[in-house]
């Protein structure tokens, strides 16, 4: 039988014992480190991957809705280019007519109590008026008030004669006068409904 004698002092040999091997303690803790790092890759990747399934979810339900509104946008602007043709063609077809109802306007401001019309003609640019006043004065004011009007352009002479109607002596005159045109109406009272 073999046995072994340590005869060094008791504190070196306890000293001996506490001594700490660092390559080994170093090898240990890479040893338990790498199962417990490898599961928490696993756990955190997992996790990342469901996040990013559903931020994918998310995104192909926003690009659905966005084709969507995209489709609507699209109708919805066919039928405005429609609906905005519609109105070129309207204010086209008003600013080829000539501005009846302004006319009348400033013919009913024109006209004084005793001054009266028996036929108005409304064409393309010109105004033709016959009808009767008690004197020739008054055709002459029925005329001027009409050239203040922002509608006429220029009014004619009138022709008058002296008739018997009812017994009483009045004046029948024929007046003729130049309108404006709906953009040249509108152009100079900077009304913007029919500008294009």
């Not at 338990?32 to 931020?55: D, H, I, K, N, W």
């Not at 109105?87 to 109590?113: G, H, M, N, Q, T």
Request: aromatic share 6%; charged share 30%.
């Amino acid at each position: 039988m073999k046995v072994k004698l340590d005869l060094r002092p008791r504190e070196a040999i306890i000293a001996a014992q506490k001594k700490i091997d660092l390559v080994r303690l170093t090898a240990l803790t890479l040893i338990c480190l790498f199962p417990l790092m490898a599961c928490t890759s696993l756990v955190y990747g997992f996790l990342l991957s469901q996040e990013l399934a559903s931020r994918v979810k998310s995104l192909n339900l926003s690009v659905d809705m966005l084709k969507k509104r995209h489709a609507n946008i699209s109708e919805n602007l066919a039928a405005l280019k429609d609906d905005v043709e519609l109105y070129r063609k309207a204010i086209a077809f008003i600013k080829a007519e000539p501005p009846v109802l302004e006319c009348l306007s400033a013919v009913e401001e024109a006209l004084s109590d005793e001054t009266w019309l028996s036929k108005l003609e409304i064409r393309a640019g010109r105004a033709t008026f016959q009808g009767y006043a008690p004197t020739e004065g008054e055709v002459v004011e029925f005329a001027r008030r009409l050239l203040a009007s922002p509608v006429v352009l220029n009014v004619d002479l009138p022709v008058t004669r002296k008739i018997v109607k009812d017994r009483e002596g009045i004046v029948e005159f024929n007046l003729n006068c130049s309108l404006k045109g709906f953009s040249e109406l509108y152009n100079s009272t900077e009304d913007g409904l029919l500008k294009e």
